[in-house]
């Protein structure tokens, strides 16, 4: 298959792209690494009229640590895998990454993309959301900053207004006690998750935990928080009980969909699993 006949547009500046975004209305979509969008035109499931490139931007693709961590939306998958100033101030993102997708898609597709894309079986939008992530819009009017639990609304939309395009991810430093960990369960190692668990515990010197935040996704419409789960899991220690709970909460609020690879009932039993292996696994490395 082919895609319809489109205009394409190779902007410098985030100006210029925001321009021709405005310009065009509802026929134009932002491109990036292009590894959801171009496949979908080719399904002539997508049918844009107007592509406006956003790789050819300067700096858009940097990733910088001063106290919290920027990642510029066009920053590569790949690149953002093998940073060590991303392993330094959020690991759970490098560890993340080598779930998503396989070395050539990984080449090409971006990160801010991913999480633009706003697919609630992707790992990266439930890692942003553990990690308190703000999410960074530009449009004719400046900047704002998006907190990551507003930014995902529903199945493939974020909170982006049609003229605004996603410049940059920054996530908050860390605890030096915070603890992190993510698990999936997949049909194939790349494909989206049928679940999949983020944790991130900031624990005292004595081992009680101060805050927790929980997500999953694959498991409704969004990445979903636990919050139950994390309220309760404050002021406890990790003990095999205490895990043993706060995932059997974790999985009790949800009402995920059934689809030809999983049921409703067997993604609840896995995410109640995938949660308390991600709270064990953090409680080993303390």
């Known amino acids: 298959m082919k895609p319809v006949r489109f205009k394409y547009f190779a902007p410098e500046t985030v100006a210029e792209a925001v321009a ?42 940097e990733i910088r640590r001063n106290g919290s961590l920027s990642i510029g939306a066009t920053a590569r998958q790949r690149a953002v895998r093998q940073s060590d100033e991303v392993a330094a101030a959020a690991p759970i993102i490098t560890e993340v990454m080598r779930w998503v997708g396989h070395p050539a898609t990984q080449s090409q597709g971006t990160f ?12 990266i939008p439930a890692v942003l959301l553990a990690l308190d992530a703000e999410l960074v819009a530009t449009g004719r009017d400046g900047e704002r900053a998006i907190p990551a639990g507003e930014f995902f609304s529903t199945w493939f939309t974020t909170t982006l207004a049609p003229t605004e395009i996603l410049t940059e991810v920054r996530i ?18 790349g494909d989206f998750a049928m679940v999949g668990a983020a944790a991130v515990v900031e624990l005292d010197e004595a081992g009680t935990a101060e805050s927790s935040r929980l997500t999953l996704c694959g ?7 636990a919050h139950g789960s994390e309220e309760f899991l404050v002021g406890r220690q990790l003990d095999s009980a205490t895990m043993q709970e706060a995932a059997r909460m974790a999985a009790a609020d949800l009402s995920p969909p059934s689809d030809v690879h999983a049921s409703s009932e067997y993604r609840q039993e896995v995410a109640a699993v995938l949660v308390r292996r991600a709270l064990e696994q953090i409680a080993a490395d303390t």
């Open 20 to 61: 021709r975004l405005e310009e065009y209305g509802d026929e134009a979509k932002v491109l990036a690494g292009g590894q959801s969008l171009v496949p979908l035109m080719n399904l002539r499931l997508a049918r844009p009229g107007v592509l406006v490139d956003i790789c050819r931007i300067p700096r858009l693709d």
């Open 172 to 189: 908050p430093a860390s605890a030096s006690q915070s603890r992190s960990a993510f698990l999936e369960l997949a049909r194939r190692h």
């Open 219 to 225: 498991v409704g419409d969004t990445p979903v928080r």
């Open 112 to 123: 801010g993309g991913m999480a633009a894309h706003a697919d609630p079986a992707a790992e």
